[in-house]
């Protein structure tokens, strides 16, 4: 049973998907919304979330088998040549990320710090599918200060404005 704040930060983050991302111009190569979170495991099959069945996967940045983010409902997880760094979103604010619209390199790092401090690297891939990463871990930021009923209300407005549909 997914427990509802991991529900409505993926409703939320998927609405948002559908409201910001200009899928029309994106052609992405490394970029992944999970829809269906239950495809996860096709695309990351050597790799466990963890054994929490709430924590939900939002999307990704999967350069190769060594070089990927993952954003879910709770972590982001950065594997840099192998190595896997994970901060927990509670923890996180935005940094900065390098101009994610250079059409010249397929892809860039973000930046995340904790409150403590400590930086943490995220894929991002440059071009139109930018916004996949960008505007996920922005909204996941935001929605981390939220309460439960906050984010009912959200999901109400883009359910109005025609961004999700009702269950």
């Keep these: 049973m997914t427990e509802k704040k991991d529900l409505s930060i993926y ?3 998927m609405g948002n998907f559908e409201r910001s991302v200009i ?15 239950e495809l996860f495991p096709q695309i990351f099959a050597e790799f466990r979330i963890n054994n929490n069945e709430e924590e939900l996967p939002i999307c990704c940045c999967k350069i190769d088998d060594k070089n990927w983010s993952l ?7 950065t594997s840099k040549a192998g190595i896997i760094n994970i901060i ?3 923890t996180a604010q935005l940094d900065s990320y390098r101009n ?5 390199e397929p892809y860039t790092l973000g930046l995340l710090i904790t409150h403590d401090g400590n930086d943490h690297e995220f894929f991002i891939e440059n071009g139109y ?3 996949v990463m960008v505007s996920a871990i922005h909204e996941r930021l935001i929605l981390q200060k ?11 407005m883009l359910i109005r404005r025609g961004f999700l549909e009702e269950n």
Excluded at 100 to 104: A, E, G, I, K, Y
Excluded at 146 to 156: A, D, L, P, T, V
């Design 100 to 104: 994610p619209h250079n059409f010249n």
């Design 129 to 131: 599918c930018c916004q």
């Design 88 to 90: 927990d979103m509670e």
């Design 71 to 77: 954003l879910t409902t709770r972590k982001l997880f």
């Design 11 to 13: 409703t939320i983050c």
């Design 23 to 37: 899928w029309d111009k994106c052609e992405a190569k490394f970029s992944r919304i999970f829809k269906e979170p």
């Design 146 to 156: 939220n309460s439960e009923e906050e984010n009912q209300r959200k999901i109400k």
